[in-house]
């Protein structure tokens, strides 16, 4: 029983190492998208974009929202290196879910977009509110 015990320690020991890896690389991937979102917030402000249109309203409101899943998934990965599984880490991958489709919905385009792909993106909405 003991060597079970030993490989248990050792998996949890790699699992939270590979965790610490995951987070460092999350944090330069968080970084580089609020790099890149406060690059175009400040050509958006300068006039660079022509216009507040719609579109330009996309675009910053995608890489926020790709900020913040970033950050989330990061959350996520760093309570799984600390040793912390439970409810709430699945909360935190059903909200990352939830932030997708969100994002996902914002960049829609109706007229380019079929009936299935909305019957799935409805489905996929529905599963995670369930």
């Known amino acids: 029983m003991v060597p079970l015990m030993r490989e248990h320690l050792n998996y ?26 406060a690059r175009g917030l400040y050509e958006a402000s300068m006039g660079a974009v022509p216009g507040w ?22 959350r996520s990965v760093q309570q799984m290196a600390m040793g912390e599984h439970g ?17 996902k919905l914002i960049l829609l385009e109706i007229d380019d977009t079929s009936g299935v792909f909305l019957v799935g993106i409805a489905a996929a909405t529905l599963a995670l509110g369930l």
């Open 12 to 37: 949890g020991a790699f699992e939270r190492g590979i965790a610490w890896m995951v987070t460092a690389g999350m944090a330069v991937v968080i970084a580089l998208a609020m790099i890149h979102f």
């Open 53 to 74: 249109d719609y579109s330009a309203f996309q675009v910053l409101f995608d890489r926020v929202l790709t900020v913040v899943i970033a950050l989330e998934l990061a």
């Open 87 to 103: 409810l709430a880490q699945v909360r935190t991958v059903v909200l990352i879910g939830i932030l997708a489709v969100v994002r």
